[in-house]
């Protein structure tokens, strides 16, 4: 991961790191500005539980207790995942942390060689690039964990219909050793990470207090 300080630099330093974060105290609309100064943010995510298109092309992600059953709006821990699951051909996921949690609420996450190797050591390797899944939210997708060609990944445990034997083995080891072992970082208000969602397994610990992170999607 790369910590940087100027939103001038997103571009460049993701041509270094699949993980990038801004720190300092940033703006949202400076931020957006930043990401379309060289990629273009994507409209695709959906009202909860509505499924009506959204006026913008990001969504809230903030505790609301009516609305607790969806990760969105509830303060638990969310297990690792990719976005672009539902979104064909998405590159970057941002979450821009509009307020922070006073307790919790870091964003976990692992890269694809990490991941590997993980595998690799619990003898999971072959069943996470041989079993195909097929996920299921606005649209299907079929794909294993890890693709043994271009080392990209591809989860969510709550959306996957097919393979259930294979699927609980690997969030057994997905929300263990591996939750365990992966990295964690907690963003400050007014910061913004950026991380490219198919080299990448992402989630979040669980938080107390008010939180609000604004995320979307973009392509350079
Ligand atoms: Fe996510």
């Known amino acids: ?3 940087i ?9 993701l041509k270094d790191d699949n993980v990038v974060c801004v720190r300092g ?24 539980p509505t499924g009506q298109s959204l006026p913008e092309p990001w969504v809230e992600i903030k505790n609301v207790e009516s609305l607790s ?27 821009y942390f509009e307020q922070q949690a006073p307790e919790g609420g870091e964003t976990v996450y692992i890269d694809s060689p990490k ?13 996470a690039t ?17 693709d043994k060609n271009t080392e990209k990944l591809c989860w969510n445990y709550y959306r996957i219909i097919n393979q259930l034997k294979a699927k609980e083995k690997l969030f057994q080891f997905l929300d ?17 990470l950026i991380f490219e969602d198919n080299q990448i397994l992402h989630g979040r610990e669980m938080f107390k207090g008010d939180r609000l992170v604004i995320k979307g999607f973009f392509n350079a």
């Open 25 to 48: 105290s940033h703006s949202f609309e400076e931020c957006v500005d930043a990401i379309e100064s060289f990629g273009k943010i994507r409209n695709n995510s959906n009202e909860v």
């Open 1 to 3: 991961m790369l910590d």
């Open 69 to 95: 059953q969806y990760f969105r709006f509830s303060q638990t821990k969310q297990p690792l995942h990719t976005d672009g699951y539902h979104v064909h051909g998405i590159q970057y996921a941002f979450l």
């Open 176 to 192: 263990g050793p591996c939750w365990k072992q992966a990295n964690r970082i907690k963003l400050g208000s007014g910061e913004l």
């Open 115 to 127: 991941l590997k190797e993980l595998l690799i050591e619990n003898n999971l390797f072959d069943m």
């Open 130 to 146: 041989s079993v195909v899944f097929t996920l299921k939210k606005e649209c299907q997708r079929e794909a294993p964990l890890f």
């Open 5 to 13: 300080y100027n939103l001038k630099d997103i571009e460049n330093s």
